[in-house]
């Protein structure tokens, strides 16, 4: 099953599924949260009557209490970033202020220089539970979506902790659409970030260093996870910052990424004014 967060036509936030590039509104429920497990988005009716999926403006596909992001969660992305290997995931908070929906344009502050891509597989809580198992880990999961985590790197690196750089308002999409944990197999996806039409990065999340069982029971170990909660699985190798010579973010850019299963996220980069 496929889901898309969405605003009818009077500006309201809603919550339909996708049948072949047709969405069908949910009666009762207007966004995934923690109000919404998975068993309550299971049962919910949908209209009859549908609206194209391109006719509507879309909204990132949850609404989180907790967003967590995985750092060098790849080996080709340690690497090119010249440190060892993780023996423990990496781990730093984003916000749901933070979030956009596919189509929404990625905005450039005018006090970063160094504004960066990351494609990631996005991991989407739909059962709640604490100290969760390994072996239970993905009866959690309501599904996956697909997520660049934009970063300011000028900022991610004026201390040890990185948090400055990843979470600023209105940077990172996620989206375009939810696909249900039955659907797919998350260790055997190829991701690809494409900017502009340029391949910059391309790998198999079968290359990720921390699993997403892993992940699940780790970030349960030290917090309760709920439903609408949203794990950033972290980047392959090929990001800009790393490259030689560098590459960031311009007014204009076009960033697509794209995960086999689920789809592909297209943003604009725009500018964003200084007030």
């Keep these: 099953m496929r889901y898309v967060a969405y605003r009818d036509g009077n500006g309201a936030e809603a919550l339909g599924r996708l049948d072949q590039g047709t969405v069908h509104r949910l009666r009762g429920i207007d966004r995934i949260d923690r109000t919404v497990p998975a068993e ?14 391109a006719e509507v403006t879309l909204l990132p596909v949850a609404v989180p209490g907790k967003v967590f992001c995985v750092g060098l969660n790849y080996r080709a992305h340690v690497e090119e970033t010249k440190r060892d290997l993780p023996t423990y995931p990496v781990l730093f908070p984003k916000f749901a202020s933070n979030l956009i929906g596919h189509g929404a344009d990625i905005l450039l502050p005018p006090e970063s220089a160094q504004v960066d891509y990351e494609a990631e597989l996005a991991v989407v809580i739909g059962r709640a539970g604490r100290r969760i198992s390994r072996a239970d880990a993905l009866d959690h999961v309501l599904g996956y979506t697909v997520c660049n985590d934009v970063t300011m790197r000028d900022f991610q690196y004026k201390t040890h902790q990185w948090m400055q750089g990843k979470a600023w308002d209105g940077s990172t999409p996620l989206g375009p659409a939810l696909v249900t944990a039955d659907e797919i197999d998350p260790g055997k996806l190829d ?48 990001v800009g910052f790393r490259r030689d010579p560098q590459v960031f973010l311009t007014d204009g850019d076009v960033v697509e990424v794209e995960i086999s299963e689920i789809g592909t996220l297209r943003n604009t980069v725009r500018a964003e004014a200084r007030a």
């Design 191 to 238: 991701i690809t970030l494409r900017l502009n039409g340029a391949q910059m990065q391309a790998s198999s999340t079968d290359r990720m260093i921390f699993d997403v069982p892993e992940l699940v029971a780790v970030t349960s170990q030290f917090t309760r996870l709920e439903p609408g909660d949203v794990i950033l699985t972290g980047t392959p190798g090929g």
């Design 40 to 53: 309550r988005l299971a049962d919910a009716e949908a209209e009859e009557t549908g609206t194209d999926l």
